[in-house]
């Protein structure tokens, strides 16, 4: 998720500086006594981390009774909408690290990237050619104008994009000025997508069959693979990797594609997960699938399976006591308290500051627009306490300055209210969820609330 955050202390400054104003202290404190009470005195004496419930952090440190035995380096997805990306290479490179005992790796994001981008751009043309006789001021095209190549993505997105791609290690593909930082290239990108959508639908109109509309479509992807090669530079086609253990002993492996650095070094098949979604808008028990989403045409649609929190909380501590990681989707600047990593309903103290609370259920958060799927992370640890879950460990993406040095602690009841999605293998569902994949999908519209979002 890419946001423009705006730091607690500069609400907390200009609400304390505009109280403390002669006149609107002398008004507050004849219509209620304004200076008597709690909020009052946070507003006069306190800025910068003042919101930051203490209570919060020091009753939830960062330690847990089951956590992964590796901790791998923490990675940064910069000014970009990557952590899809970044959370499905995290959570695969564990069996790799420990398979050969590894103290670091990192597997190449830019890599994953760019072939998205090409994806991305190929889906929107199929999309524009599938939707040649419908309104351009319609719902759906203009829902396939509004952001094409966006960076945020899906887990079933980024399966598509490994199962046909593979993957590489970082050093094979490193970052760029436009992979940390995409918004000019993908400006460019847009902006000639929906040039070739008007040319495209023009010749249509003008009688073009669909094999010379086709025709165009070719030409126009490779203009495409010229602004993301020249942007990204060209991926390789084979790699050599090579490496020391934690023993100290030296490993070499050459010429190898990216499919096989996937199939034989990573060794996880991603097509044998699946998303577990919580919406409480919708039926549980059901398969979902939203319209018109995705990144790799022709490949399976991103679809979902929904149950209670509860279910997806049981699945996640069996996981990770099994010593396996998560990738997860959640609204994560809700609640957040950044300088102390600490994801709680409680954790910002708006009450105290503002004199108000909040009122929505999570249901009523996603209809009326206040929450969604907006980031993904990888669950890495539980704290159990007398059988029940109490807060749990995130390995996030966003560099070591953030929180314990990059990880973020999560309370169980920040899970119950903005954990949306955990994806785990289908051979760990029981039986009766497993036959939910067997049904005909609920199919939701691209603009759905939730599920219409994707993670950046």
């Given at each position: 998720?890419?946001?423009?955050?705006?730091?607690t202390?500069?609400?907390?400054?200009?609400?304390?500086?505009?109280?403390?104003?002669?006149?609107?202290?002398?008004?507050?404190?004849?219509?209620?006594?304004?200076?008597?009470?709690?909020?009052?005195?946070?507003?006069?004496?306190?800025?910068?981390?003042?919101?930051?419930?203490?209570?919060?952090?020091?009753?939830?440190?960062?330690?847990?009774?089951?956590?992964?035995?590796?901790?791998?380096?923490?990675?940064?997805?910069?000014?970009?909408?990557?952590?899809?990306?970044?959370?499905?290479?995290?959570?695969?490179r564990?069996?790799?690290?420990?398979?050969?005992?590894?103290?670091?790796?990192?597997?190449?994001?830019?890599?994953?990237?760019?072939?998205?981008?090409?994806e991305?751009?190929?889906?929107?043309?199929?999309?524009?050619?599938?939707t040649l006789?419908?309104?351009?001021?319609?719902?759906?095209?203009?829902?396939?104008?509004?952001?094409?190549?966006?960076?945020?993505?899906?887990?079933?997105?980024?399966?598509?994009?490994?199962?046909?791609?593979?993957?590489?290690?970082?050093?094979?593909?490193?970052?760029?000025?436009?992979?940390?930082?995409?918004?000019?290239?993908?400006?460019?990108?847009?902006?000639?997508?929906?040039?070739?959508?008007?040319?495209?639908?023009?010749?249509?109109?003008?009688?073009?069959?669909?094999?010379?509309?086709?025709?165009?479509?070719?030409?126009?992807?490779?203009?495409?693979?010229?602004?993301?090669?020249?942007?990204?530079?060209?991926?390789?086609?084979?790699?050599?990797?090579?490496?020391?253990?934690?023993?100290?002993?030296?490993?070499?492996?050459?010429?190898?594609?990216?499919?096989?650095?996937?199939?034989?070094?990573?060794k996880?098949d991603?097509?044998?997960?699946?998303?577990?979604?919580?919406?409480?808008?919708?039926?549980?028990?059901?398969?979902?699938?939203?319209?018109?989403?995705?990144?790799?045409?022709?490949?399976?649609?991103?679809?979902?399976?929904n149950?209670?929190?509860?279910?997806?909380?049981?699945?996640?501590?069996?996981?990770?006591?099994?010593?396996?990681?998560?990738?997860?989707?959640?609204?994560?600047?809700?609640?957040?308290s950044?300088?102390?990593?600490?994801?709680?309903?409680?954790?910002?103290?708006?009450?105290?500051?503002?004199?108000?609370?909040?009122?929505?259920?999570?249901?009523?958060?996603?209809?009326?627009?206040?929450?969604?799927?907006?980031?993904?992370?990888?669950?890495?640890?539980?704290?159990?306490?007398?059988?029940?879950?109490?807060?749990?460990?995130?390995?996030?993406?966003?560099?070591?300055?953030y929180?314990?040095?990059?990880?973020?602690?999560?309370?169980?009841?920040?899970?119950?209210?903005?954990?949306?999605?955990?994806?785990?293998?289908?051979?760990?569902?029981?039986?009766?969820?497993?036959?939910?994949?067997?049904?005909?999908?609920?199919?939701?519209?691209?603009?759905?609330?939730?599920?219409?979002?994707?993670?950046?």
């Open positions: 998720m890419t946001v423009v955050h705006i730091p202390s500069s609400i907390l400054s200009s609400y304390a500086r505009h109280l403390m104003t002669k006149q609107q202290e002398k008004k507050a404190k004849s219509a209620r006594g304004f200076g008597s009470d709690d909020s009052s005195k946070t507003a006069k004496s306190t800025v910068g981390p003042a919101l930051n419930n203490r209570e919060v952090y020091l009753k939830h440190p960062p330690v847990f009774s089951h956590k992964l035995e590796i901790d791998a380096p923490i990675t940064n997805q910069r000014n970009s909408g990557r952590c899809w990306i970044f959370a499905g290479l995290n959570m695969l564990q069996h790799m690290m420990k398979e050969y005992n590894l103290d670091e790796l990192e597997l190449s994001q830019p890599f994953v990237f760019f072939y998205d981008k090409l991305k751009s190929n889906w929107f043309l199929e999309n524009i050619l599938k006789d419908e309104d351009l001021d319609g719902r759906v095209v203009r829902h396939l104008l509004a952001n094409p190549v966006k960076d945020d993505g899906q887990w079933d997105m980024f399966v598509a994009l490994v199962e046909k791609y593979g993957i590489v290690p970082k050093e094979a593909y490193p970052e760029t000025v436009h992979t940390s930082d995409s918004k000019q290239m993908d400006w460019l990108i847009t902006t000639k997508l929906r040039e070739y959508a008007k040319e495209i639908r023009a010749e249509h109109a003008n009688g073009k069959s669909i094999g010379e509309l086709r025709k165009m479509k070719n030409w126009m992807l490779r203009e495409i693979h010229k602004v993301v090669s020249v942007s990204l530079g060209q991926p390789p086609k084979t790699i050599d990797w090579s490496f020391y253990s934690k023993d100290k002993k030296f490993h070499e492996f050459r010429d190898v594609t990216p499919l096989e650095f996937y199939r034989n070094h990573v996880q991603c097509t044998k997960f699946v998303s577990l979604i919580n919406d409480p808008r919708n039926e549980y028990m059901r398969k979902y699938i939203v319209d018109y989403q995705g990144n790799v045409y022709g490949a399976e649609s991103v679809h979902y399976i149950l209670p929190i509860q279910h997806l909380k049981e699945y996640a501590i069996r996981i990770i006591k099994s010593g396996r990681p998560i990738w997860f989707g959640c609204d994560v600047e809700k609640f957040l950044r300088n102390h990593g600490m994801m709680d309903t409680k954790a910002i103290d708006y009450k105290s500051a503002f004199d108000f609370g909040f009122g929505m259920t999570k249901a009523e958060r996603l209809q009326y627009g206040d929450s969604t799927i907006s980031h993904a992370m990888v669950l890495t640890g539980v704290h159990i306490e007398d059988g029940k879950a109490v807060r749990w460990r995130v390995e996030n993406s966003w560099g070591e300055s929180g314990n040095k990059g990880y973020l602690t999560m309370t169980d009841r920040w899970f119950d209210e903005f954990v949306y999605q955990i994806v785990l293998e289908k051979s760990d569902l029981s039986k009766e969820v497993l036959a939910v994949l067997d049904q005909e999908a609920v199919v939701l519209p691209p603009w759905d609330l939730m599920l219409g979002a994707l993670a950046g």
